[in-house]
C-alpha cells in the first residue's frame, strides 16, 4: 500500500518562498516518476511539475523558472517542490503524485498514487 503525505503548504506573500515536501511510504513502490499537481476550486487538477526515474524535469509553462522540484531516494523517497516568486494564481490545493512509469511526464494519467494534498495560499 503506497501513501503519500504533504507538507509545507500554507500562505505566502507575492515575491516569497515556500517549500512543499512529501514523504512516500510502502514497500512495494519503487521511486519511478514523481510530480506536483494542484487543483483551484472550480478547476480541473493539473500539473505543475513532474521528475521522472533518471531526474529529467518537466513543468507547466507558467511556472517555468519560478518553481524547482527534486526527489531523494536514498533512505526514503522525498519529493519537493520550491516555490519562488509565487503568484496569486497559485494558489490552490497541491497534490503529491507518485507513478511507476520510468518516464512519466505532465499527464495525470501517467500517477497512480496520489496524496491528500496541502493548501498554498499566495495572496
Known amino acids: 500500500h503506497v501513501q503519500l503525505v504533504e507538507s509545507g503548504g500554507g500562505s505566502v506573500q507575492v515575491g516569497g518562498s515556500l517549500r512543499l515536501s512529501c514523504v512516500v511510504s510502502?514497500?512495494?513502490?519503487?521511486?519511478?516518476?514523481l510530480g506536483w499537481f494542484r487543483q483551484a476550486p472550480g478547476k480541473e487538477r493539473e500539473a505543475v511539475a513532474v521528475?521522472?526515474?533518471?531526474?529529467?524535469?518537466?513543468y507547466k509553462e507558467s511556472v517555468k523558472g519560478r518553481f524547482t522540484i527534486s526527489k531523494e531516494d536514498d533512505r526514503e523517497i522525498m519529493v519537493y517542490l520550491q516555490m519562488d516568486n509565487p503568484k496569486p494564481e497559485d494558489t490552490a490545493m497541491y497534490l503529491c503524485?507518485?507513478?511507476?512509469?520510468?518516464?512519466?511526464?505532465?499527464?495525470?494519467?501517467?500517477?497512480?498514487?496520489w496524496g491528500q494534498g496541502t493548501q498554498v495560499t499566495v495572496s
Open positions: 510502502g514497500s512495494t513502490y519503487g521511486g519511478y516518476s
Open positions: 503524485a507518485a507513478g511507476e512509469k520510468y518516464d512519466a511526464s505532465l499527464r495525470t494519467s501517467d500517477f497512480s498514487y
Open positions: 521528475i521522472d526515474y533518471w531526474r529529467r524535469e518537466f
